[in-house]
């Protein structure tokens, strides 16, 4: 989703190099991604309610957020650099829990995010987070 404080989300997190559609190690190498931008969650929002349905987003953490973190690595543990995972998984690099910063970068975006979607419940995840990163971290 388009975040308007964080416009690298989108122009750095929301592509990757390549995909591994399944599992095995074949990589499909073409450039692949794309986001919508908030007047098009608009739209869904709208098409979902004209048919008595609600849209309930998912803004994952502090797990599989690596895609984030390539676009501002200040908000990992180590500090990246990262690069847009290719595969589905677990990556070991997740929001960094000890850093102010993190938590106001989070609040910004779940500010934009609850002005898009009228929904009561905002899932916001919280599984896969291995927590490897934050027992090494100062
Ligand atoms: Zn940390």
Do not use: M
């Amino acid at each position: 989703i388009e975040i308007k404080k964080y416009p690298r989300l989108t122009e750095v997190g929301a592509w990757r190099s390549g995909t591994n559609f399944q599992s095995g190690n074949n990589i499909d190498p073409n450039p692949h991604g794309g986001f919508y931008t908030q007047e098009e969650i608009k739209d869904v929002v709208a098409y979902a309610k004209d048919r008595y349905v609600t849209v309930v987003p998912e803004v994952e953490l502090p797990g599989h957020s690596l895609a984030a973190l390539a676009a501002y690595p200040e908000l990992s543990c180590t500090g990246g650099p990262f690069k847009i995972p290719e595969r589905w998984g677990i990556q070991e690099d997740i929001y960094c829990a000890g850093k102010e910063e993190v938590f106001v970068f989070l609040e910004n975006v779940l500010a934009e995010v609850v002005e898009l979607f009228p929904s009561e419940t905002i899932h916001i995840g919280g599984d896969e987070a291995p927590k490897k990163r934050w027992s090494a971290c100062p």
